[in-house]
């Protein structure tokens, strides 16, 4: 079984390009959320301290999952103009070995050192 994979994008912005790169990221979310294989889902931020400075994560299935759609022309056309506002770009992958999530019934622990 394959581990899933989580694509991190480190990308600059120029300001007077934001409203555009938004808008572009916009469009591509939806057609990705909605039409590729594996994809699981995905998030865009913007630092709080470097206006100019963003990240964009995804998670997917499998790494597999995100190198065949990236490989694409359909995946090249549609990131097409979010890219044409980056200034700057780095991209990074990585397989998911662990991941916490929140316990639906939470309980209290017993402070350090007690007897459980």
Sequence with gaps: MSSPARIVFLIRVAVDR???FLAAYERIRYAVADG???HLR????QS?????SWLITSEWQSLDDFVAWEATAA???????MR???TEA?????LVRAETTVRAETTALPPLGSPT
Excluded: K, M, N, W
């Design 75 to 81: 995946h090249r056309d549609l990131v097409a103009p």
């Design 36 to 38: 590729v294989p594996g």
């Design 18 to 20: 934001q409203a555009d």
């Design 42 to 45: 995905d998030q865009v931020c």
């Design 48 to 52: 709080s301290t470097d206006p100019e």
């Design 90 to 94: 780095r991209s990074l992958r990585f």
């Design 84 to 86: 044409a506002c980056f």
